[in-house]
C-alpha cells in the first residue's frame, strides 16, 4: 500500500515536470551539459541542448523551432526585435593563444607580436618583436606556423573581434568574421583544423606552431598558453581568475539586450568572450522554465563553470540578468 | 498478382529518378541567388569570401557606437546584388522564414535583406542592422568563387586513385588466385570489415596519426593535399578491393584450367584470362570508389587542412568541395549559403559527369 502511494506520488510528481529543447553554440556547451545534469537531479525537469553551431542557434530559434537558442555572437537590439527575441549572457570563457615551440615554456606575446603573427609580418620565431619580451627563452630562427579553424566558428568571430580592438590594421583590413582568409594562408605558413580539437591536435603535432584555442581544450590537451599582454599594458596568463579580471568591465546593458562583445576589456586578460542565449518574446510559459534553468545555473553552477575552464558571470551581471527577465515578464516562477 | 509485382518494382525504380530530381531541384533553388550573382565565374573565380571594397570610403569605426567600432564584418550580409535579384531572395528563402515576423525587410532592402534571407540573425547583426548604417552595405562586396575547393576535390580525389588503384588490385588478385585459402579468408574478412568502418574514424586516426606521421617523412604540415589523398585511398581500397576480388572469382574454372593446361603461367592466366573476363567488374569497382572519394566529406575535413589557396606542393593544405560545405554550413545564411549551394551543385554535377563518363568510356563495347 505504501509503495503504491508513493508510486501515485511519484507520478504527480514526474508529471509536472517538463522538458525544454535547445541548440546553438558549441563553445558554452560543456557547462551546459553539467547545468542540465544536476537541474534534472534537482528539479526533475529535463533540459536538451544539442551544440549545433551559434548560426544554427539562432535561425532555429528564430525559426520557432526550439524554446531558445545559443549563441556567442551576440544580436543587435534591432535583429532582435526583428526577430522577436530576448537575449542574455550566460558564462564567460577565454580564448587562449596555445604554442608548441620544443623547448621555450613561458612565451610572452605583446600586442605588436600578436598582430604581426596574424598579420603575417613575423614570420620567424627570433623576430625582435617576440625576443624583446622572451630574452631568457632560446626563440629558434623557426617558421611560425599559424594554426586557425578551418570552419566557420564563434571562437574565430571573437578572436578576430579582439583583434580588430587591439589592432586598427586589423580592423581595416579583416575586421571581425566568423571565416578569414589569414594572411598567413597566402604565405603557406598557416594550417587548419576543423573544431577546437582540431586546432588542438595541430598544434600538438606541428612543432614551431601558434594558433588560438577555447582555454577549456587547451588545458584539456595540455597545451602551452602564452602570456598575453593586456590593454593596461601588462602581461597576463590565461587563468579564469584573469578571465574574471576582465570580465568586471564587461559593460553590459539591460538596456540593450546585454548585446556586447566583451573582448579586450580595460584590464585583465584580453580575449575573453560571453556567450548568449536567446528566447522567443510571445513564448512567455516556454520562457519561464528556460530562465528557472538558467537561474539555477546562475545560483549553484559556478563551481561546475569553472572546473571546466570557464567564468561564471560577476554577482552584479547576474542580478542585471535577473532584473532583465523581470522587466519583460520572462522571470522564472517562484 | 503478376502486375502487382510489376508495378511495385517499376515504382521502386522510379523513387530513385524522384529523388534524384528533387535533389537537384533543391539544390538548383538554393544556389539560385548566387548562381544569379556570380554565374560562372564562380568557377574560375579562387577568392572565397573575400571582401572588396570598390569605393575606398568604409570607415566602419563610426558606426557601431556600442561595440567599440569594430568593423564587424558579416560575411553575406552584404549585399552584393542589385535590388530586383534580392527580391527574389526573398521569395526563394521566404519558406523557411515560417512565423517570423518580417516588416521591416521590405522596407530596408539593402541593409536587411539578407539577414532574413536565411532568417539570419546571426550573420548581420553586429555590423549592419544598426539604422544608421545604410550606406556601408553599398560599398562592399563579398566574392564567393568556388576554384579553390573543385581543384582541390579533383586533386584529392586523383590522387587517392593513383594511389589506391594499384593496391587494390594487388589485393585481389593475391586473394583470389595467389593466397590459400587459410589465408584468403580472414584476410577477406579484415577487408570487408575495413569497409565497414565509419568514415570520422579514418579522419581521427589520420589527424592525430597518420597525418604527422607523414609530414614527419615528406615534410610539410600534418594536414595536407597528400595526408588527405591517402586517407581517402586507404579509405577506398577495401571496397575496390573485394569488389575486384568478388568480380574476379567469378571467372569460371574451366576457361582458368584451359589455360593452364595450355601451358600459360599464372600471370599469364590473371593477365590473359582473368582480368579481360572480370574487367566490368573491376572497372565498376572503380567507379564506386571514385564516387565515393568525390564526396567523402568527414575523413577529408579532418586532414585537408581547409585552407582556401591553392597548394603548391603536395604537402600544403588545400580544400575540396565537401569539406567547404562540412565546415560551414552550420554557421552559414543568406549568400554565404547559397554559394555553398552552389558548390554542392557543382560537386553534384563533377560526380554525375566523371561517373557517366567512365561508364561510357570504360565500358561502351561490352554489353
Known amino acids: 500500500m505504501k509503495k503504491f502511494i508513493a508510486g501515485i506520488a511519484l507520478a504527480a510528481v514526474s508529471s509536472f515536470a517538463w522538458t525544454i529543447n535547445g541548440t546553438g553554440a558549441t563553445f558554452p556547451y560543456p557547462v551546459y551539459k553539467q547545468w542540465i545534469k544536476s537541474f534534472y537531479e534537482k528539479t526533475g525537469n529535463k533540459v536538451n541542448y544539442t551544440g549545433t553551431g551559434s548560426g544554427t542557434g539562432i535561425k532555429e530559434v528564430a525559426l520557432r523551432h526550439v524554446d531558445f537558442g545559443g549563441s556567442d555572437k551576440p544580436l543587435s537590439p534591432a535583429t532582435l526585435k526583428k526577430g522577436q527575441l530576448y537575449q542574455f549572457p550566460t558564462v564567460i570563457g577565454g580564448i587562449a593563444l596555445s604554442y608548441n615551440i620544443p623547448g621555450v615554456n613561458n612565451l610572452k606575446l605583446s600586442e605588436e607580436a600578436i598582430k604581426g603573427i596574424v598579420l603575417g609580418t613575423i614570420k620567424y620565431w627570433d623576430n625582435p618583436m617576440i625576443v624583446k619580451y622572451n630574452p631568457q627563452a632560446k626563440l629558434p630562427h623557426k617558421k611560425i606556423i599559424f594554426v586557425h579553424r578551418s570552419d566557420k566558428s564563434g571562437t574565430t568571430f571573437n578572436f578576430t573581434y579582439y583583434l580588430s580592438k587591439m589592432s586598427p590594421e586589423w580592423n581595416q583590413k579583416f575586421g571581425a568574421r566568423k571565416l578569414i582568409n589569414w594572411p598567413t594562408d597566402a604565405q603557406g605558413r598557416s594550417i587548419a583544423g576543423k573544431g577546437n580539437f582540431g586546432v588542438s591536435a595541430a598544434i600538438k603535432t606541428n612543432p614551431y606552431s601558434i594558433g588560438y584555442v577555447d582555454y577549456a581544450d587547451a588545458v584539456k590537451n595540455g597545451l602551452k598558453m602564452a602570456e598575453v599582454q593586456a590593454a593596461d599594458g601588462k602581461f597576463v596568463a590565461p587563468t579564469p581568475k584573469n578571465f574574471a579580471e576582465g570580465a568586471k568591465y564587461a559593460g553590459f546593458d539591460p538596456k540593450l539586450d546585454f548585446y556586447k562583445v566583451i573582448a579586450y576589456p580595460k584590464h585583465g586578460y584580453p580575449i575573453i568572450a560571453a556567450t548568449f542565449i536567446l528566447v522567443p518574446k510571445e513564448k512567455i510559459q516556454n520562457d519561464k522554465k528556460v530562465t528557472a534553468f538558467f537561474d539555477y545555473g546562475y545560483t549553484n553552477g559556478d563551481k561546475a563553470a569553472l572546473k571546466l575552464g570557464y567564468v561564471p558571470l560577476p554577482e552584479s551581471i547576474k542580478d542585471m540578468v535577473r532584473k532583465y527577465w523581470a522587466d519583460k515578464g520572462i522571470a522564472p516562477a517562484k | ?367
Open chain 2, 1 to 367: 498478382m503478376e502486375a502487382f509485382f510489376k508495378r511495385l518494382s517499376a515504382l521502386s525504380a522510379t523513387t530513385i529518378l524522384l529523388i534524384l530530381t528533387s535533389i537537384f531541384v533543391v539544390l538548383f533553388l538554393y544556389a539560385k541567388p548566387a548562381i544569379e550573382a556570380y554565374g560562372l565565374k564562380f568557377l574560375v573565380d579562387p577568392r572565397w569570401d573575400v571582401v572588396i571594397t570598390p569605393q575606398k570610403a568604409t570607415s566602419a569605426p563610426k558606426k557601431t557606437e556600442n561595440l567599440g567600432g569594430v568593423n564587424v564584418d558579416n560575411e553575406d550580409d552584404i549585399p552584393t546584388v542589385n535590388i530586383p535579384k534580392q527580391n527574389q531572395k526573398i521569395n526563394v528563402q521566404e519558406d523557411d522564414l515560417g512565423d517570423i515576423p518580417t516588416p521591416a525587410s521590405t522596407t530596408k532592402v539593402n541593409t536587411q535583406d539578407d539577414d532574413l534571407a536565411g532568417v539570419n540573425v546571426q550573420e548581420e547583426d553586429l555590423g549592419i542592422s544598426a539604422p544608421t548604417q545604410n550606406t556601408q552595405p553599398q560599398k562592399q562586396k563579398v566574392i564567393y568563387g568556388g576554384l579553390v575547393p573543385i581543384v582541390g576535390t579533383i586533386l584529392s580525389t586523383a590522387l587517392a586513385m593513383i594511389f589506391a588503384v594499384p593496391i587494390a588490385m594487388g589485393i585481389a588478385i593475391f586473394l583470389s588466385e595467389i593466397a590459400p585459402p587459410f589465408i584468403s579468408k580472414p584476410v577477406g574478412i579484415a577487408i570487408e570489415l575495413l569497409a565497414a568502418i565509419p568514415s570520422i574514424i579514418y579522419g581521427m586516426w589520420g589527424l592525430f596519426y597518420f597525418g604527422p606521421f607523414i609530414s614527419h617523412i615528406f615534410g610539410g604540415g600534418s594536414v595536407s593535399l597528400l595526408v588527405a589523398g591517402l586517407v581517402l585511398g586507404i579509405m577506398i581500397i577495401p571496397f575496390m578491393a573485394s569488389l575486384t576480388r568478388d568480380s574476379m572469382k567469378t571467372t569460371p574454372d574451366v576457361l582458368k584450367e584451359s589455360a593452364y593446361a595450355m601451358g600459360a603461367t599464372k600471370f599469364e592466366v590473371i593477365k590473359d584470362v582473368i582480368f579481360p573476363y572480370a574487367k566490368k567488374g573491376i572497372i565498376g569497382s572503380m567507379i564506386l570508389a571514385l564516387g565515393r572519394a568525390l564526396g567523402e566529406t568527414m575523413a577529408v575535413a579532418f586532414v585537408i587542412g581547409g585552407v582556401f589557396t591553392f597548394p603548391h606542393k603536395l604537402t600544403d593544405p588545400t580544400v575540396s568541395i565537401p569539406v567547404v560545405l562540412a565546415n560551414n554550413f552550420a554557421e552559414s545564411s543568406g549568400m554565404s549559403l547559397s554559394a555553398l549551394f552552389y558548390l554542392a551543385l557543382i560537386l553534384f554535377v563533377i560526380s554525375f559527369i566523371v561517373i557517366s563518363f567512365a561508364k561510357f568510356y570504360f565500358l561502351r563495347d561490352k554489353k
